[in-house]
């Protein structure tokens, strides 16, 4: 069996590709950080791959929008070939940044096949600052290929621009159609409701990643790169002493490398 091939792309202000590369890794996938201008010029090819990552970063220096250069030039010289690539059956996930530059080119929410037109965005946090915190989620939907098997993670966000932002129409078929991956929660698992700081930026019913309809377009502002080991868990001293008291194995691995793994065994099954 050929081994699984995952492009993580790398660019200008991207900052999370090294994480995002030692992540698909971990989960078994032969992992390449690949610079846009290299794909532009046709240096290298997203034919030769089955998984497509975006980054989290500042792609840019976000100074239109978070994520709207990049997206702009992703769909201007990557557009057919990007088409191509989700035909194909191929898996794409974005990832805090990379989430904005899905929304922003249209990849996210992908109605009814649609990959080019943009039906919501990711605004500035309700806080008006930049919010770096853990932050818990709940599965809402298991639709999605890179979360199946998850109902609730704990993760830690990063972004002054998070805020899930769409119309009513939008948000009720992204519920009626199951394309709601994660809401951001409360520590017993309830729903947040908009109160921060269990929602880190106002989006709106909590939205904290969403599909497409196939569940292989992923997006998500959480990073579930800054938790591939035990030891990145904000509290991971005092889990160690829990854990060794109650007489139970300690993990090597933290929750987020699940994510990446699951699209790995994806990817093995069905290329």
Known sequence: MKKVRALVLIGYGINCDWETEAAFRLAGAE?????????????????????????????????????????????TYLGDELQRFIGAGKLVIGICNGFQVMVKS??????????????????FNDSGRFEDRWVHLRAEDDKCIFTRGIKRFYLPVAHGEGKFFAGDDVLKRLEEDGQIVFKY??????AANGKFPYNPNGSLNDIAGICDS??????????????LYFTNHPNWTREWERLKRQGAQVPEHGDGLQIFKNAVEYAKDNF
């Not at 950080?33 to 220096?61: K, M």
């Not at 196939?214 to 938790?227: A, L």
């Open 31 to 75: 992992a390449k950080r690949v610079h846009i201008n290299d794909l532009i010029l046709r240096q290298e090819s997203l034919a030769n791959y089955q998984i497509l990552a975006l980054p989290g970063g500042f792609s840019y220096g976000d100074d239109i929008a978070s994520g709207r250069v990049l997206s702009n030039k992703m769909k």
């Open 106 to 123: 249209g990849l996210l929410p992908g109605f009814d096949g649609g990959y080019r037109t943009q039906r919501a965005t990711l605004t």
């Open 185 to 190: 929660a409360r520590p017993n698992g309830q």
């Open 214 to 227: 196939t569940g292989r377009i992923f997006g998500m502002m959480p990073h579930p790169e800054r938790y």
